[in-house]
Every structure is written in structure tokens, then in C-alpha cells.
């Protein structure tokens, strides 16, 4: 269905121009003709003037069209960062997910009390956005549980 909006909306475009095109040659075709007057002196036929009057109608329709196009040609290429924009966000989720789970295996694997501390010491910046506190499983074959923040 998009295609035959897409074909139409090129037929159209070509049609305006065409008219545009011919509009134009009758214009030119037309600057020559002297007008006629009558007894009075007030021209009754100028050709040219009723051939520009119809092209300043005609005109605004080409220059619709061309905005037509380049608004359209935008809005594709913005669909298309958009789109590039959320394949990376995407990624980008995937692979913080995947790095949560890592961190959360490495912690529920230790026997460590102080594993979190010790971290927090050697790189303070890595747990600078936390707010709170984390607690670290207790890995007792009584209590198998994984690491929760409180």
C-alpha cells in the first residue's frame, strides 16, 4: 500500500511540473504579443498579463511539491536515526543486563562479607550513582540466595 501512495504522490508531482513547464512556455511564447486597445486606450486584450496572472495561480503549486519533497526526505532521514538511535539503546540494555548478571554471579559466588567494601574502596567512582546500600548474599549452603540491594 505504501508504494502505490509513493507512486501516486510521484504522479502527481510530475503532472504540477508539467503544467508548471507548460505554463511557462506559453508565458514565454507570449511576451512579444503586443496588447490590443480600445478607442479609449485601455488595453482590452493582453495575452501576456492573463498568461502571467494564471502563472502567479499556477506556480505556488511547483514550489508545494519541491517542499513536499525535501520535508519528506527529512522525515526519512530521521526515521532512520530514530531507528539507529533505539537498535543502540537496545544494545545498549542488552549489554548492561548482561553486565548486571556478571556482577551478580560474581557476588553470589564469593564468601566474601567485605567483597562490596573492598570494591567501593579500590574504585569509588564505579559506585558513586548508588544510594543505597548493597547487601552481600549469604552464601551458606543453608541460605543460596544472590545479592539484593536494600
Do not use: C
Not at 519528506?72 to 548492561?96: F, G, P, R
Amino acid at each position: 500500500m505504501t508504494w502505490i501512495k509513493g507512486a501516486g504522490t510521484i504522479v502527481v508531482t510530475l503532472f504540477i511540473f508539467v503544467i508548471v513547464g507548460a505554463w511557462l512556455y506559453f508565458t514565454a511564447t507570449k511576451v512579444g504579443v503586443a496588447p490590443v486597445f480600445n478607442s479609449k486606450g485601455i488595453p482590452t486584450i493582453d495575452q501576456y498579463g492573463r498568461a502571467k496572472d494564471i502563472l502567479l495561480i499556477v506556480f505556488p503549486l511547483a514550489t508545494a511539491a519541491v517542499g513536499f519533497w525535501f520535508g519528506n526526505q527529512q522525515t526519512v532521514q530521521a526515521q532512520k536515526q530514530a531507528d539507529t538511535a533505539t537498535q543502540s539503546a537496545q544494545l545498549a540494555h542488552a549489554q548492561a543486563r548482561q553486565s548486571q548478571a556478571k556482577v551478580e554471579a560474581i557476588l553470589g559466588a564469593s564468601n566474601d562479607t567485605e567483597l562490596i567494601q573492598k570494591a567501593k574502596a579500590a574504585s569509588p567512582s564505579a559506585f558513586a550513582d548508588l544510594h543505597t546500600p548493597l547487601v552481600v548474599a549469604d552464601n551458606t549452603a543453608d541460605n543460596p540466595r544472590p545479592p539484593v540491594a536494600s
